[in-house]
């Protein structure tokens, strides 16, 4: 609250308004906005005023209003008065409670209750209000302060429902093939137990009401034990996340729709952290950003819940990044390798290839013990449809789920979709496997998030993102390592998508995600127009990994292809222009364009690591030297069916040990040598 306002409140209680007036007085200032505006107008004349104020407010408001009015403090009075409820109570040592009954409590019951309510708020005195409510069918609620006790039917009902809901689908799950008659006492028992426990004691929950309404954000009075990404609860039965703590307030997001909510709407806490359910029923489905399954293939049963927030492995708790994670690309595997536990971005111009360079990785992980997690923040919803189409034409929706918050979800649903997404990877990763989750993308992620944070009134910095807009990205990819074998051995692979525009890779969320990341694969619509695809720039995309998550077969075989390549772009630009060129320079474009032309590479045609290998090979020792470029691909596929069919022992090697020793390397020639021939 600003010093003015306090002064204010101040001068209120000095004066000992009667609350009823001060209510009064605020619901004219609240209606009639003209009133605050006329006196504040500095032509409108001093008696005009104190006519308007002895007009329309008690009495006992009019010095009041004038003090403030000779101050010029009269914008400051709604805040004033909205305050001084809670003020006046404090200065009273008197808390106000509200107890809702069917059956009217005895003089004894009121009794007790007083007494409980001074000795649980340590305050002199409790006015309590009672109100007559057949809708809780029996029992009482108490409201008072931020605490609510329910010892409602109402309550416990539901509670029930809730209950036999959850315990009708385990029942369905297990006892599919029992006998008709065991499956009736199955139900009988079961309604028994629920019939015993309905009169189970309702503990005291933290409760608070909304103030402020709109735009997919409440704020919210009360809750002053509510911790930042708690789980609370609305009277509708919505669910929203704590993200603002304040003073006096605290500033929710609902994860659904408003509808029937309003200012003075109740809220309870959960005293849970935001949360996902998780369950090996997940691979394979389409879940929006609670867990819920958006497929149409049934309800999903949740073995555990994870926190969508939770915090990162610690150094201790990791290993090295050493163990290759084949994305089957072939630009990529040789020359920006990624490991299990590493995080790799993508980047670059919508319409490049980011999402089909995922995509393939996601594909090529069939058949190697990866469980893959796909999470598409923002995107159309047809074009998620059309990525779990492909996924499942080429068999890979087995070992993956995708979770979606599409253009249409609130922002909230988009900020928490990557947390959820993680939370679901950590939970495949605790029992020990190897997951690969991607964030398609994460610049539309940091826009859901500023939306959300100007709603919530925080201070806009740089490009109107608030300040701690690197902090929601990096605890999110901290989260991705290699765990040791003491903490289960898994590891969780990330690859951030992110969008650039024109190719600014020195924008504010670029740099920030470059920053926290191991590595990035740049790629440039200029490369993707002229043919290149992936259209991947060698000079800007890096792996800081490195030679670490290669194989050594996979190392030997690139060799120096970066600085081959490096080498041929410079000379291609420096000789561009000259007619005449010496052999040694012609010979050095023909490779670079032969290499150029050999890792083009097809949509959704992810290649196994020995044909990469031998390919690489191939290539350096200058066995496609004098194949056109035209015809390198046909060129290459008929030669790899041929060590298919011949050299099915150099596969196996290669498969087997992943060395490129000098034998096997006179054996790839040989053949080659044979194919050629």
Same mark, same amino acid.
């Given at each position: 609250?600003?010093?003015?306002?306090?002064?204010?409140?101040?001068?209120?209680?000095?004066?000992?308004?009667?609350?009823?007036?001060?209510?009064?007085?605020?619901?004219?200032?609240?209606?009639?906005?003209?009133?605050?505006?006329?006196?504040?107008?500095?032509?409108?004349?001093?008696?005009?005023?104190?006519?308007?104020?002895?007009? %329309?407010?008690?009495?006992?408001?009019?010095?009041?209003?004038?003090? &403030?009015?000779? =101050?010029? /403090?009269? #914008? @400051?009075? +709604?805040?004033?008065?909205?305050?001084?409820?809670?003020?006046?109570?404090?200065?009273?040592?008197?808390?106000?409670?509200?107890?809702?009954?069917?059956?009217?409590?005895?003089?004894?019951?009121?009794?007790?209750?007083?007494?409980?309510?001074?000795?649980?708020?340590?305050?002199?005195?409790?006015?309590?209000?009672?109100?007559?409510?057949?809708?809780?069918?029996?029992?009482?609620?108490?409201?008072?302060?931020?605490?609510?006790?329910?010892?409602?039917?109402?309550?416990? %009902?539901?509670?029930?429902?809730?209950?036999?809901?959850?315990?009708? &689908?385990?029942? =369905?799950? /297990?006892? #599919? @093939?029992? +006998?008709?008659?065991?499956?009736?006492?199955?139900?009988?028992?079961?309604?028994?137990?629920?019939?015993?426990?309905?009169?189970?004691?309702?503990?005291?929950?933290?409760?608070?009401?909304?103030?402020?309404?709109?735009?997919?954000?409440?704020?919210?009075?009360?809750?002053?034990?509510?911790?930042?990404?708690?789980?609370?609860?609305?009277?509708?039965?919505?669910?929203?996340?704590?993200?603002?703590?304040?003073?006096?307030?605290?500033?929710?997001?609902?994860?659904?729709?408003?509808?029937?909510?309003?200012?003075?709407?109740?809220?309870?806490?959960?005293?849970?952290?935001?949360?996902?359910?998780?369950?090996?029923?997940?691979?394979?489905?389409?879940?929006?950003?609670?867990?819920?399954?958006?497929?149409?293939?049934?309800?999903?049963?949740?073995?555990?819940?994870?926190?969508?927030?939770?915090?990162?492995?610690?150094?201790?708790?990791?290993?090295?990044?050493?163990?290759?994670?084949?994305?089957?690309?072939?630009?990529?595997?040789?020359?920006?390798?990624?490991?299990?536990?590493?995080?790799?971005?993508?980047?670059?111009?919508?319409?490049?290839?980011?999402?089909?360079?995922?995509?393939?990785?996601?594909?090529?992980?069939?058949?190697?013990?990866?469980?893959?997690?796909?999470?598409?923040?923002?995107?159309?919803?047809?074009?998620?449809?059309?990525?779990?189409?492909?996924?499942?034409?080429?068999?890979?929706?087995?070992?993956?789920?995708?979770?979606?918050?599409?253009?249409?979800?609130?922002?909230?649903?988009?900020?928490?979709?990557?947390?959820?997404?993680?939370?679901?990877?950590?939970?495949?990763?605790?029992?020990?496997?190897?997951?690969?989750?991607?964030?398609?993308?994460?610049?539309?992620?940091?826009?859901?998030?500023?939306?959300?944070?100007?709603?919530?009134?925080?201070?806009?910095?740089?490009?109107?993102?608030?300040?701690?807009?690197?902090?929601?990205?990096?605890?999110?990819?901290?989260?991705?390592?290699?765990?040791?074998?003491?903490?289960?051995?898994?590891?969780?692979?990330?690859?951030?998508?992110?969008?650039?525009?024109?190719?600014?890779?020195?924008?504010?969320?670029?740099?920030?995600?470059?920053?926290?990341?191991?590595?990035?694969?740049?790629?440039?619509?200029?490369?993707?127009?002229?043919?290149?695809?992936?259209?991947?720039?060698?000079?800007?995309?890096?792996?800081?990994?490195?030679?670490?998550?290669?194989?050594?077969?996979?190392?030997?075989?690139?060799?120096?292809?970066?600085?081959?390549?490096?080498?041929?772009?410079?000379?291609?630009?420096?000789?561009?222009?000259?007619?005449?060129?010496?052999?040694?320079?012609?010979?050095?474009?023909?490779?670079?364009?032969?290499?150029?032309?050999?890792?083009?590479?097809?949509?959704?045609?992810?290649?196994?690591?020995?044909?990469?290998?031998?390919?690489?090979?191939?290539?350096?020792?200058?066995?496609?030297?004098?194949?056109?470029?035209?015809?390198?691909?046909?060129?290459?596929?008929?030669?790899?069916?041929?060590?298919?069919?011949?050299?099915?022992?150099?596969?196996?090697?290669?498969?087997?040990?992943?060395?490129?020793?000098?034998?096997?390397?006179?054996?790839?020639?040989?053949?080659?040598?044979?194919?050629?021939?």
């Amino acid at each position: 609250m600003a010093n003015t306002d306090k002064e204010l409140l101040k001068e209120l209680l000095r004066l000992d308004v009667p609350q009823e007036d001060a209510e009064a007085a605020k619901h004219i200032f609240t209606d009639c906005k003209d009133v605050s505006d006329t006196l504040a107008n500095p032509l409108v004349t001093s008696d005009e005023k104190r006519a308007v104020v002895a007009r %329309l407010f008690p009495e006992s408001m009019q010095k009041f209003i004038l003090s &403030a009015i000779k =101050t010029k /403090s009269v #914008e @400051n009075i +709604p805040a004033a008065l909205e305050g001084y409820h809670d003020a006046l109570l404090e200065k009273q040592g008197c808390i106000k409670a509200v107890v809702r009954y069917v059956t009217p409590l005895t003089e004894a019951q009121q009794a007790d209750l007083r007494k409980y309510i001074m000795e649980r708020f340590i305050k002199e005195d409790v006015a309590i209000e009672y109100r007559h409510d057949p809708d809780i069918i029996g029992g009482f609620i108490l409201n008072a302060g931020d605490i609510k006790y329910d010892k409602s039917y109402r309550s416990s %009902l539901n509670r029930m429902k809730e209950s036999l809901r959850s315990k009708a &689908a385990e029942y =369905t799950e /297990s006892n #599919e @093939n029992k +006998p008709v008659l065991s499956s009736m006492s199955d139900i009988i028992s079961m309604l028994k137990t629920e019939i015993q426990d309905f009169d189970v004691k309702s503990g005291a929950t933290e409760t608070g009401f909304i103030t402020r309404l709109g735009d997919g954000i409440a704020q919210v009075r009360g809750m002053n034990s509510a911790m930042y990404g708690e789980l609370v609860e609305f009277e509708t039965g919505i669910r929203g996340i704590v993200q603002n703590l304040e003073e006096k307030t605290t500033g929710v997001v609902l994860l659904g729709d408003d509808h029937g909510l309003t200012e003075g709407s109740s809220v309870i806490r959960t005293g849970k952290r935001a949360g996902i359910g998780v369950s090996g029923e997940l691979l394979g489905r389409v879940v929006d950003a609670l867990g819920s399954p958006i497929d149409g293939g049934g309800a999903i049963i949740a073995e555990d819940y994870f926190p969508i927030e939770r915090e990162a492995p610690g150094v201790i708790e990791r290993k090295p990044v050493n163990v290759p994670l084949q994305t089957g690309i072939l630009a990529i595997d040789s020359m920006f390798p990624i490991g299990r536990g590493q995080r790799e971005l993508i980047i670059g111009d919508r319409q490049t290839g980011k999402t089909s360079i995922a995509l393939d990785t996601i594909i090529n992980q069939k058949d190697k013990n990866v469980i893959c997690v796909y999470v598409a923040i923002g995107q159309k919803s047809s074009t998620v449809a059309q990525v779990v189409g492909t996924l499942r034409k080429f068999g890979a929706m087995d070992h993956t789920v995708v979770v979606c918050a599409s253009a249409s979800d609130p922002a909230p649903f988009q900020y928490i979709a990557p947390y959820s997404g993680t939370a679901i990877a950590e939970y495949f990763m605790s029992k020990g496997h190897d997951v690969l989750i991607v964030y398609d993308d994460l610049s539309k992620h940091a826009v859901a998030y500023r939306a959300m944070s100007l709603l919530l009134h925080r201070p806009p910095g740089r490009e109107a993102y608030p300040g701690d807009v690197f902090y929601l990205h990096s605890r999110l990819l901290e989260r991705s390592s290699r765990l040791d074998d003491e903490h289960g051995g898994g590891s969780l692979t990330a690859l951030p998508v992110i969008e650039t525009l024109a190719g600014d890779i020195s924008a504010y969320i670029p740099t920030n995600v470059i920053s926290i990341t191991d590595g990035q694969i740049f790629l440039e619509s200029e490369l993707f127009n002229a043919g290149q695809r992936p259209a991947v720039n060698y000079g800007l995309s890096v792996s800081r990994v490195g030679g670490a998550a290669q194989t050594k077969a996979m190392k030997k075989a690139a060799g120096n292809l970066r600085i081959d390549l490096a080498q041929f772009k410079e000379m291609e630009i420096f000789t561009q222009f000259s007619s005449e060129l010496d052999q040694s320079t012609t010979e050095l474009l023909n490779h670079g364009r032969m290499l150029t032309e050999l890792l083009k590479q097809p949509l959704y045609n992810p290649l196994p690591q020995y044909e990469q290998v031998i390919l690489l090979y191939a290539a350096q020792n200058g066995f496609f030297k004098d194949i056109p470029a035209k015809e390198l691909k046909e060129y290459c596929s008929e030669l790899m069916s041929y060590i298919g069919t011949y050299g099915q022992d150099i596969i196996a090697e290669l498969e087997q040990n992943k060395v490129l020793t000098d034998d096997l390397a006179e054996r790839i020639e040989r053949i080659v040598t044979a194919f050629e021939e």
